[in-house]
Structures are given as C-alpha cells and as structure tokens.
C-alpha cells in the first residue's frame, strides 16, 4: 500500500509557474514509477508525465512537453512537477498516481497505476 499526498496548487496567471510536490508514504516509493495525471471540470482525466523508478527515463503529454517537468527525489519520498509558461487551459485538479507495472502501453493511461493522490487544484487565470 501506499499514499499519496500532494502539495502546491494554487491561483496563478497566464504565463507563470507553479511547482507541484507528491509526497509517498508506505511501501517502498523507489521501486514505483510515478505518474501525474489531470482533471478538468467536465473531462476525462489524462495523462500528464510519467518517470521511471530511479528517474532515468521521462514521458510527457505533447500538450506539457516543453513546459512541465517531472523529477523525483527517492530519498524524500517525493515527485515533482515544475510547470512552466501555464495557460487557462492547464487549469484542472491535478493528481500523482503509483504504478507498480512497466507495460509500455500502460505508461499513459490511468489503469496503469495502483495507487492515487486525493489531487491539487491549479487555476490559471488570463
């Protein structure tokens, strides 16, 4: 079991940024790759970013790629997600998600995690 605690939503304009911060607590964070996925009011939820166990290997939605960064601290216990240059259409709650299993076609979809955060809320006014 694990729990996901995250941290650092918030309001912020057009063109700011914002750092989220996931804290794990349970069985061994550092042998789950760890997602961040989004929810807007009225939408599926969808994938944002993906790191591997140790961190070596990074996945991004291509509507994040180049503004969001996902990093991971095995020795805190925590994920990061640095967003950059955000846009109204960012806004959504965000939640971190566990994911025991490393089957390719699962990396960006929610039933490729176990465990999941109870979400942030980011707003991004214009």
């Known amino acids: 079991q694990v729990q996901l605690v995250e941290s650092g939503g918030g309001l912020v304009q057009a063109g700011g940024s914002l750092s989220l911060s996931c804290a794990a607590s349970?069985?061994?964070?550092?042998?789950?790759?760890m997602g961040w996925f989004r929810q807007a009011p009225g939408k599926e939820r969808e994938f944002v970013a993906r790191?591997?166990?140790?961190?070596?290997?990074?996945y991004y939605a291509d509507s994040v790629k180049g503004r969001f960064t996902i990093s991971r601290d095995n020795a805190k216990n925590t994920v990061y997600l640095q967003m950059n240059k955000l846009t109204p259409e960012d806004t959504a709650v965000y939640y971190c998600a566990a994911a025991s299993r490393r089957v390719p076609s699962m990396i960006r979809i929610k039933a490729g995690y176990d465990y999941w955060g109870q979400g942030t809320q980011v707003t991004v006014s214009s």
């Open positions: 349970g069985r061994a964070f550092s042998t789950y790759a």
């Open positions: 790191i591997s166990v140790i961190g070596q290997t990074t």
